[in-house]
């Protein structure tokens, strides 16, 4: 009897471990790898410069890929993805200590044209008339780019629909957009002082004098 029930219970044991096999061999656990990411990021970022230097996924199903790109450390994200079989979508990176979603990575350039086009009329206004307009508040642009003011959208905001900040004394102007997060002084900030743009940790932290 004993004998009986005891291969009864083996045979148990033997379907469970069976079982398990095969939930985990029809993915039932994620798989991330080096080559997954390379993959994606070069997808993303064709002719980059990229070396993978460590893969994981944490602790809430994101694959992080640690990487050389472009001769900077940056820190990719990846959102699993069910398609039947699990497939990765790189949804964020961390670079220089800022966290960018992709979608938000693609606005920056965006920004950063218009307020080259900005600084553009500024140094012509200069030009004409010895210096930048005063001011504090974006509204004073208005005299300096006229073609700004189209009445389909409003004055002079980012790609995030951000209205952009600037300072200045006439001598010297500092522009700002906030960035995605909209929060003056944080790192996503965009800063351009006098034709040049400069990091937050350059001293162009909003409400700074120019």
Request: proline share 3%; with cysteine.
């Amino acid at each position: 009897m004993v004998d009986r029930n005891m291969q009864r219970t083996n045979r148990v044991l033997l379907a469970v471990v069976v079982l398990l096999a095969g939930l985990i061999g029809c993915g039932g656990s994620l798989s991330f790898t080096s080559e997954d990411a390379a993959a994606l990021i070069l997808e993303q970022y064709p002719g980059s410069d990229l070396r993978i230097q460590s893969v994981s996924i944490d602790e809430n199903d994101r694959g992080i890929a640690s990487a050389l790109f472009n001769d900077d450390v940056w820190t990719f994200y990846f959102l699993a993805q069910e398609n039947g079989v699990h497939s990765w979508v790189l949804d964020a990176v961390e670079t220089d200590g800022s966290y960018y979603y992709l979608k938000d990575l693609e606005k920056i350039p965006v920004t950063i044209g218009l307020m080259a086009e900005v600084a553009s009329a500024l140094e012509k206004y200069k030009a004409a008339n010895g210096s930048y307009p005063e001011g504090n508040n974006a509204d004073v642009l208005s005299v300096v780019a006229p073609g700004f003011n189209d009445a389909e959208a409003p004055l002079f905001t980012d790609a995030w629909d951000g209205m952009l900040s600037y300072e200045s004394d006439g001598e010297n102007y500092t522009m700002i957009s906030s960035g995605a997060d909209k929060i003056a002084g944080t790192r996503d900030d965009i800063i351009l002082h006098d034709g040049q743009f400069i990091s937050v940790e350059s001293g162009g932290s909003q409400g700074s004098t120019p």
